[in-house]
């Protein structure tokens, strides 16, 4: 199972470092492999919300997922999104501004000899607004969680209370709008404040439209069901399937924003980057994913799922709070890796002691 699901993951992990080597040499095969190691570090959390949502679609939009979904992670945000976000910046067509990427200055510079910035340069500036999109999405997502009624508690002594105060209407919109500001406030330089206003509204606007059309459509899919009622978990066909998918694609976007800023620290070269953060990276989040779905392990691990909001939550305050201060990236997956892991860890405990109690805990998914 585990060679099935990863094999392919680790096959195009040494073809990616031999054209890292063949294109570079021996500094660009160490540098893709740190940024292969640095995204899956990233990544634990995205894969298990992945996961979560991948569960509830049918098998056609799975595959779907894992193969078109799984090109537009590699080429769409680890290629074209940065030299997308150059086009916007600077103007440049898209052959000059790969050529700009492929050809830095001199030195590392931040700037050409004529006072034009540098790829990496153009890519560090247009971070408020890439945080702030990214970070108002993340943060959206997660106060939609921690307010949800659920049967399910990890951190019952402040998860019971906000399960409360969530049942107030629109309490999610009225906080993430809170935070945006204050951050665009206090927090995003001077001369910043639109911008960051600007780009978080939009990624509230993206969650709540397409997290909306997925719900939408997933009641109506409800309501068909016959009269002994619709199965715990009910696959996502057709136009519900199709939303979920688009909603998988735009949360996909908005975890990759930190691994794609922070992969600057290491390198700006565009293609280092693909094959790094693409290529190794992408592949063992859907292999990730795939593991998770397959073997049930978020039924099995029932706290997973909470450690991971709570790894989304604290990505997207790091998110906001980086408009204004540089934040290493070591912090940003430690952070992550530290939930999972805690949640993984009393999802165990949980476990034996429902064992030793003589509980039989039946799958979330069962019919």
Do not use: C
Request: aromatic fraction near 10%.
């Amino acid at each position: 199972m585990i060679l099935r699901i990863f094999g392919l993951s680790f096959l195009v992990t040494i073809a990616a470092l031999v054209v890292a080597f063949i294109y570079g040499g021996p500094e660009a095969l160490l540098l893709t492999l740190i940024l292969g190691i640095l995204e899956i570090s990233l990544s634990f959390d995205n894969a298990v919300i992945n996961a979560t949502v991948l569960r509830k679609m049918s098998d056609f939009w799975q595959k779907i997922f894992l193969t078109i979904g799984i090109l537009i992670a590699v080429f769409g945000m680890r290629v074209m999104f940065p030299l997308a976000v150059v086009w916007l910046a600077s103007g440049l067509n898209p052959v000059d501004a790969l050529d700009l990427a492929l050809n830095p200055p001199a030195n590392d510079a931040a700037h050409f000899a004529n006072g034009d910035p540098s790829y990496e340069t153009i890519i560090t500036d247009a971070h408020p607004q890439i945080a702030a999109f990214g970070g108002m999405f993340l943060l959206m997502l997660f106060l939609g969680f921690i307010f949800e009624d659920k049967e399910i508690t990890w951190l019952s002594w402040i998860e019971r209370p906000l399960i409360r105060i969530g049942k107030l209407d629109m309490l999610n919109v009225v906080i993430a709008t809170g935070v945006l500001v204050i951050t665009a406030s206090y927090i995003a330089h001077e001369g910043e404040s639109s911008t960051v206003m600007i780009a978080g509204a939009l990624g509230m606007i993206t969650y709540i439209v397409v997290n909306g059309l997925g719900e939408m459509f997933n009641t109506d899919e409800d309501d068909d069901e016959t009269s002994s009622g619709p199965s715990d978990l009910v696959k996502a066909t057709g136009k519900a399937g199709f939303f979920l998918f688009l909603y998988l694609e735009v949360l996909d976007a908005s975890f990759s924003f930190d691994g794609v800023i922070g992969a600057f620290a290491i390198t700006a070269d565009p293609i280092i980057i693909a094959l790094g953060l693409g290529l190794i990276g992408a592949m063992f989040v859907r292999s990730l994913t795939v593991y998770l779905v397959r073997q049930g392990t978020l039924s099995e691990y029932v706290y997973l799922e909470h450690g991971a909001h709570w790894a989304i939550g604290a990505l997207a305050f790091i998110l906001m709070y980086s408009i204004g201060t540089p934040v290493p990236e070591v912090v940003t997956g430690l952070v992550g890796v530290v939930l999972i892991i805690a949640a993984l860890v009393t999802s165990i405990i949980r476990k034996r002691r429902e064992a030793d109690a003589g509980v039989i805990n039946e799958p979330l998914d069962a019919k």
